[in-house]
């Protein structure tokens, strides 16, 4: 398959290993992936935050861009990010009418109509659920809110970690319960998002779990900058960083490969 | 008449009336703070009693909802079913309300209209005051709560006894409601107990906080009420057009004595409380208490139509109140907000409601539903406006929208009402020009890269450590907010776009 990676602003800017991570497993895969070079931002921020006008020469510039899906030339776009292939899938044309804008609403529904979040592209529409991933680490996974509640991805992240040779995988309690992120939310309400964000810390660390992995870099990154704030010794790593890992990336040499083991994800990237 | 402009059928003399819906109006009633929600939120949050006394009720809450929904195979199709009523009656409104005045009436009811919580007020004082009585007895009531009833009657030298045993509790305590449901669920049994000690005049001064013992001592200061109360006042679950019935729900039978015994009945309900049908009923009867308190059956369910000859209440009025509801109906995207049966199962399932609690959203209606329907009933006047900050209290996490029982889509609703707070600004805010400015950035890949050669300055604030933990200013302005509590990713080396230019993909 021809797939065009969607590599979310916040993906392209903070976590490039992700972005990677889902590039390097689908050719593993065997497929053909390309990263087109005009994405910015699916508008997520903005919508969510009230903006629902000044979203739509953004939702208009990601039409432009990833319209090469509708029509044919490529298979699909995929991205790590539940939260981003939601705002695609549930935002855009309803952001595009709400502007009277209805020829833009239609060319929105084609491209979200195959645009896929990692793990319904790799169960649903690849067809696999052992992706040949080998990490051998204790991981917990928190179903982002997005990714359970938008895009209905159920179990599918379960299926393939449970795939992935040598993962330990412990359940989380509580774990549909939001981390607290919310975008704009984490700033906006900065203290209600941090109470909730310590509920989340406390289930995960009652994992005894040494990474904690979802299928969003904005979760992620607010249960990791909590988790490292108080120097707990769990790292987050995204979904498609385990994914991608095998035996040749897994070697203490390769700290800084896709899943590295330091919580220092950035620093050991290079 | 359209299907948008609610209109009200009844001949008024008043030189407020433009023709156009409504918004409840500012100073009246219990619709509006006096704080923004995050300020609110932040007193709230510090509380650890509060905490510890909502975080276990909404989990006892949360838990016997979910095994009793459940139970039922249909489940789904029932929320459909309850969307669809709801939906329906939105559409002719206008024409089920006439039908619902035509058939009280016809059963010996009296039907008043009220345009704004203060008319509501005027008109059930004016009520009482004809009986000539003193004090009434009150069933639990939202719409009661939303226009402030008790004060006014209490102006009006008119004492309000609350009858729901959470309703006493809140209103001994010389509190407010926090929660639609269980307008005590921030209190515990030993601050019960502690209320009942200091207000409860001939309580035993031996209390326990045993919760039978509270109950009991509730039950014999309520009884007295009951049999000398000549007037009650309640709100409605349900009202039915097509027989003119109302019904009111309830556990404790508080309301089913105040239903039956004084007088003189009268009835405070919105407008958008009806069903076209009895047999509507059946679905609601169904979703409410599995929703609610999580029962399959709540214990008491009253209904009555208009008065009966020698049984009950020989008058009863029924207060129609529009209160903002007109304005809600007339914007097609807010609309369902009205589906609303008062269930509370988004409070419960809320994770900002569970951790604030009700009296951070200034509103009788908090939560999630309560983010949308403050603001949609009292508008928005501006960025100052406590009301402005509502629809933000949420993270979007969905969790609302899977426990509706009548499929409010809350999470898009808080998108419009965030929209609607942006349209109020009459001057740009700091946020508005960030955003413009952000607009502009990811509208070309070129001014998108632009922008995060920024992050370079990132890397060198997060040292060797790879972690940024406070920002200078004027980052630090705004990102405090998040460096408070949580380190800030260091900037990568190079972009994913800088990679992939870099490699073409081949790592």
């Known amino acids: ?270 | 008449m359209s299907t948008t402009d609610l209109g009200m059928p009844a001949v008024r003399d008043d030189s407020r009336d433009t023709g156009l819906p409504t918004h409840s109006p500012a100073g009246q009633g219990h619709l509006r703070g006096t704080t923004s929600f995050p300020r609110a939120a932040r007193t709230e949050l510090a509380d650890t009693q509060l905490r510890r006394n909502l975080g276990k009720a909404t989990g006892i809450i949360r838990a016997k909802r979910a095994g009793v929904v459940a139970e039922l195979e249909d489940w789904e199709d029932l929320r459909l079913a309850g969307s669809a009523i709801k939906a329906d009656v939105m559409a002719r409104l206008p024409e089920l309300l006439e039908q619902l005045e035509e058939n009280v009436t016809a059963r010996g009811g009296t039907v008043h209209w009220a345009r704004d919580a203060e008319e509501a007020n005027r008109i059930v004082t004016e009520l009482v005051r004809a009986t000539g009585a003193d004090e009434v007895v009150k069933v639990k009531s939202m719409a009661t709560q939303e226009t402030g009833l008790n004060e006014a009657l209490e102006a009006a030298g008119i004492a309000a006894w609350e009858t729901d045993l959470a309703e006493l509790i809140v209103q001994l305590g010389h509190d407010t409601p926090s929660h639609i449901l269980v307008p005590a669920i921030h209190r515990n049994r030993s601050e019960i107990r502690e209320i009942f000690l200091r207000e409860m005049p001939d309580v035993d001064p031996a209390l326990s906080d045993d919760p039978r013992a509270l109950a009991m001592a509730a039950r014999a200061h309520l009884r007295r009420k009951f049999l000398s109360a000549r007037v009650a006042v309640s709100g409605a679950n349900f009202a039915v057009a097509d027989t003119g019935t109302l019904a009111v729900v309830e556990s404790e039978g508080n309301g089913r004595m105040c239903l039956t015994l004084p007088r003189t009945l009268i009835t405070l309900m919105g407008v958008e409380k009806l069903v076209p049908t009895w047999s509507d009923l059946e679905v609601f009867l169904q979703l409410l208490p599995r929703s609610s308190t999580g029962e399959r059956m709540n214990p008491y369910t009253s209904t009555w139509t208009g008065v009966t000859p020698g049984d009950g209440p020989q008058e009863f009025h029924l207060v129609l109140l529009d209160n903002g509801r007109s304005a809600v109906l007339a914007d097609p995207d807010g609309r369902a907000a009205l589906h609303c049966i008062r269930c509370s199962a988004c409070l419960n399932v809320c994770p900002v409601y569970e951790r604030v609690g009700g009296h951070a959203y200034g509103s009788v209606y908090p939560g999630p539903i309560g983010a949308v329907l403050t603001p949609m009933l009292t508008g928005i006047s501006g960025a100052d406006d406590p009301n402005a900050s509502l629809p933000y209290a949420s993270s979007l996490c969905g969790a609302c929208f899977d426990a509706c029982p009548v499929r409010i889509d809350i999470p898009n609703l808080l998108v419009q009402q965030r929209a609607a707070s942006v349209e109020s600004h009459t001057r740009p805010t700091a946020q508005d020009l960030a955003m413009k400015a952000a607009a502009v950035a990811m509208t070309s890949a070129g001014r998108f890269r632009a922008a995060e050669k920024g992050l370079g300055l990132g890397r060198l604030l997060a040292g060797r450590e790879g972690r940024i933990t406070s920002l200078p200013w004027p980052a630090s302005v705004v990102a405090s907010h998040w460096t408070g509590a949580r380190d800030v990713p260091a900037p990568p080396a190079e972009t994913a776009r800088q990679w992939w230019e870099r490699t073409g993909g081949g790592a």
Not at chain 1, 202 to 218: K, M, Q
Request: hydrophobic letters at 40%; a negative charge; aromatic letters at 4%.
């Open chain 1, 1 to 270: 398959m021809k797939i065009a990676v969607m590599a979310t602003c916040l993906g392209d800017a903070l976590f490039p290993q992700a972005v990677q991570a889902t590039v390097q497993l689908l050719q593993r895969l065997g497929h053909t992936v390309l990263f087109p070079p005009g994405q910015t931002c699916c508008g997520q921020m903005h919508v969510n935050t009230g903006y629902l006008r000044e979203a739509v020469p953004v939702v208009r510039h990601h039409v432009e861009v990833f319209g090469p899906v509708a029509e044919g030339t490529w298979d699909a776009v995929v991205a790590p990010s539940g939260s981003c292939t939601g705002s695609v899938r549930h935002q855009h044309a309803v952001v595009a009418r709400r502007a009277g804008d209805e020829r833009l609403a239609e060319r929105a529904e084609a491209v979200a109509a195959r645009t896929f979040e990692l793990s319904e592209l790799l169960v649903d529409v690849l067809g696999v659920s052992d992706v040949g991933a080998y990490y051998p680490h204790r991981v917990t996974y928190h179903p982002t809110c997005h990714s359970l509640r938008m895009l209905r991805v159920g179990d599918k992240p379960l299926q393939l970690l449970r795939a992935v040779r040598g993962l330990e995988l412990v359940d989380l309690p509580d774990a549909e319960v939001c981390c607290g992120f919310g975008g704009t939310f984490a700033v906006k309400n900065s203290d209600t998002s941090t109470a909730m964000l310590a509920d989340k810390m406390r289930n995960v660390l009652d994992t005894r779990a040494e990474v904690c992995t979802a299928g969003d870099s904005s979760c992620l990154m607010h249960i990791g900058g909590g988790l490292g704030r108080l120097r707990t010794g769990v790292r987050t790593v995204h979904l498609a960083e385990i994914l991608a890992s095998t035996e040749a990336t897994q070697t203490p040499a390769a700290a800084g490969s896709p899943g590295g083991v330091r919580d220092e994800p950035v620093e050991a990237q290079r």
